[in-house]
């Protein structure tokens, strides 16, 4: 393994080559989702994926997980070529996806408990995750008594416990209102400063992109495209950053790229 | 509970009522203290011990197995095409049959027994626990999969810890049917042939013109599948719990 797909810590590069996705609609003609994905996210990178609607953002991190198997191209995390899903990419969906017949303690105890982790290591573990993602006091209580808020804190804890080399984040906060969703974009940032594991993040929130990424890809319509790559990050605490011009140039740069594909519109004009 | 009760009480109190009045003979419609005399005659007699427990043996025996079974296919049908494209027109084919019409299929196989009522309970329960099972598995959140996959658990482990609990409330229905079944096939195929159980005793005391006797049994059949769904009941709810928002 060449010591540049790796940082030290383990965290790794998430490497995307050429990658086309083809499906058959139901009278059996193919259709490309994604055609030709070129992409690199470096290791301890914060990298946000833009794109409207059906454009293959999702199928891009569901085939970095592995749940689906890639139709042409090679996806590569820290050296070693994506054959099938594994404990080394942590995915976060857009419903929190827990296990209601367990406790906010137990759900994070599963892959703990799946990773083999020494019985006495377990509980400390998930307390502190739980404890970070700011749910202390809720150890005991089952997913249907938590917010929706709440509920997704559950799955990043659950997440973060497998201690995965790459994050991969599908529109985590897009079922949240807004209120929530700013505290919720806060939150991650520090976490995200604390452990620094690469982040890929889908988003249909420009703003959210702009706000938390180091790089943001914008995509084309179907089938998907990287169409232009921008960078983010700036140089700014977190809570004024919002204010500045800076930031709102950014974000109208990208919404500008973004603009353009959004199917409903280019319909509308033609 | 006992708000349930208490609609049966009044069933019964209005039965007493209309049998003292006399509009039908004595033997058609026995007053329910001459019959409630009667069981526990039967009891001091030694003719309903035996049969009871005899019954309720079978009964257990082919609604465990039964549930047992019929979540094992139905969850192998959720997660096999192959499986599930076998097993559904099977299914769908022997749904309407009515399931004593195997026994004797069951009694050139089994003999005349306790294994051939087993049999008959196992087929019809079965079926309400196979399609409960499949139908909560199939409709299993494809993120909790995934989710279970991005941890390194494995198919089969994926079943056990994973789709067969959050297809519980689907399933917990299925059995639930499967419990008031196993008494409905105890009796019918008790009462098809055979020297033991209620089923038998009901059917042997009614043409000897016990009726009070007959009415004893059946209604005991009923008592006991009555408190078994309402234990059933209480349990199930408990387990439930966590799901309910």
Redesign the interface.
Same mark, same amino acid.
């Given at each position: 393994m060449s010591p540049s797909t790796e940082a030290p810590d383990g965290v790794a590069r998430i490497e995307i080559h050429g990658v086309t996705q083809t499906y058959r609609d139901p009278r059996g003609v193919e259709f490309d989702v994604l055609a030709g994905i070129d992409l690199t996210v470096e290791p301890h990178e914060f990298l946000a994926i833009v794109g409207p609607s059906g454009c293959g953002k999702s199928t891009l991190l569901h085939l970095i997980a592995g749940f689906i198997p890639v139709t042409r191209g090679r996806i590569v995390i820290g050296g070693r070529p994506v054959e099938g899903p594994g404990p080394d990419r942590g995915i976060v969906f857009q419903d929190p996806a827990l296990l209601p017949w367990r406790t906010v303690k137990r759900n994070v105890l599963l892959p703990l408990e799946e990773r083999g982790v020494p019985p006495s290591h377990r509980e400390a573990t998930a307390l502190e995750l739980i404890r970070r993602v700011g749910l202390r006091g809720f150890e005991d209580f089952y997913p249907k008594q938590l917010s929706g808020g709440m509920r997704q804190r559950v799955a990043i804890a659950r997440t973060l416990a497998l201690d995965p080399r790459v994050l991969l984040m599908d529109e985590p906060f897009g079922a949240l209102d807004a209120q929530t969703r700013i505290v919720m974009q806060e939150d991650l940032l520090d976490i995200w400063k604390e452990q620094r594991k690469t982040v890929l993040f889908v988003t249909h929130d420009v703003r959210e992109a702009v706000y938390l990424a180091d790089r943001v890809a914008v995509m084309t319509a179907r089938p998907g495209r990287i169409k232009k790559v921008v960078h983010t990050r700036l140089p700014k605490g977190p809570d004024d950053l919002v204010e500045t011009a800076e930031f709102a140039d950014l974000c109208n740069d990208i919404w500008t790229l973004l603009r353009d594909e959004i199917p409903d519109r280019r319909s509308f004009a033609q | 509970m006992t708000a349930r009760a208490v609609p049966i009480l009044l069933f019964l109190g209005l039965w007493e009522i209309v049998a003292a009045l006399g509009f039908a003979p004595r033997d058609i419609l026995p007053p329910v203290h001459s019959i409630a005399a009667r069981a526990v005659a039967l009891g001091t007699t030694g003719e309903l011990g035996p049969n009871l427990l005899t019954s309720l043996g079978r009964a257990a025996l082919g609604f465990v197995l039964a549930t047992c079974a019929g979540i094992v296919l139905g969850a192998l049908m959720s997660r096999s095409r192959a499986i599930e494209v076998f097993v559904n027109p099977v299914l769908a084919l022997s749904y309407p049959i009515p399931k004593p019409a195997f026994f004797p299929l069951f009694l050139i196989w089994l003999g005349l027994g306790s294994p051939t009522h087993v049999a008959v309970i196992v087929t019809g329960c079965i079926i309400p626990v196979v399609i409960s099972t499949y139908n909560g598995a199939r409709r299993v $959140?494809r993120? @909790?999969v995934?989710?279970a996959? $991005?941890?390194?658990?494995g198919p089969t482990r994926i079943i056990w810890r @994973?789709v067969l %609990?959050?297809a519980?409330p689907d399933i917990v229905v299925g059995i639930r049917v499967a419990l008031t079944l196993s008494f409905d096939m105890l009796v019918s195929s008790e009462m098809l042939a055979g020297q033991t159980g209620l089923g038998f005793l009901a059917s042997y005391l009614g043409e000897g013109g016990d009726y009070e006797g007959m009415f004893a049994v059946v209604l005991m059949i009923g008592f006991l599948g009555f408190f078994a769904d309402q234990a059933y009941g209480a349990l199930s709810g408990r387990l439930l719990a %966590?799901?309910?928002?």
């Open positions: - | $959140n993120h @909790v995934w989710t996959q $991005n941890f390194g658990m @994973v %609990p959050a519980l %966590p799901y309910r928002d």
